[in-house]
């Protein structure tokens, strides 16, 4: 592959497959490994993306789920992204009909008091 890479995590999927429907089913087989986690980080294990991992928690969910890296981690091209100017990003520098054009309001004047 070219370019950049990225991954899908399915922790989730995997744990379907094997019965296991609840993130609190992984907390116990976690505790056997000697891997303490709170139900608040199983959660975001299961659900969220990891950005870090460790290697005693990969190897353990390996063996409790009796899977392979394969299944868990599947590798994938970053998605690329477009780079637009800095005044496109802004909102300035288009045509009107891009963005809000003719809709945008007039920047009030606050005058203070006792001031013509």
């Known amino acids: 592959m070219d370019g950049k890479l990225d991954y899908r995590w399915h922790l989730r999927k995997v744990m379907a497959d094997r019965g296991m429907f609840s993130t609190a089913d992984l907390i116990p087989p976690l505790a056997d490994c000697g891997i303490a986690l709170s139900t608040s980080q199983v959660y975001r294990l299961v659900v969220e993306r990891p950005e870090r991992l460790s290697l005693k928690i990969l190897m353990a969910l390996l063996d409790i789920l009796d899977c392979t890296m394969d299944d868990l981690i599947e ?37 203070g008091v006792g001031r013509p």
Not at 91 to 110: D, F, N, Q, S, V
């Open 75 to 111: 590798p994938v091209a970053a998605a690329s992204t477009v780079k637009k100017s800095k005044r496109a990003a802004a909102g300035g520098g288009g045509t009107p009909a891009e963005g809000l054009g003719g809709l945008r309001p007039k920047r009030a004047r606050i005058k």
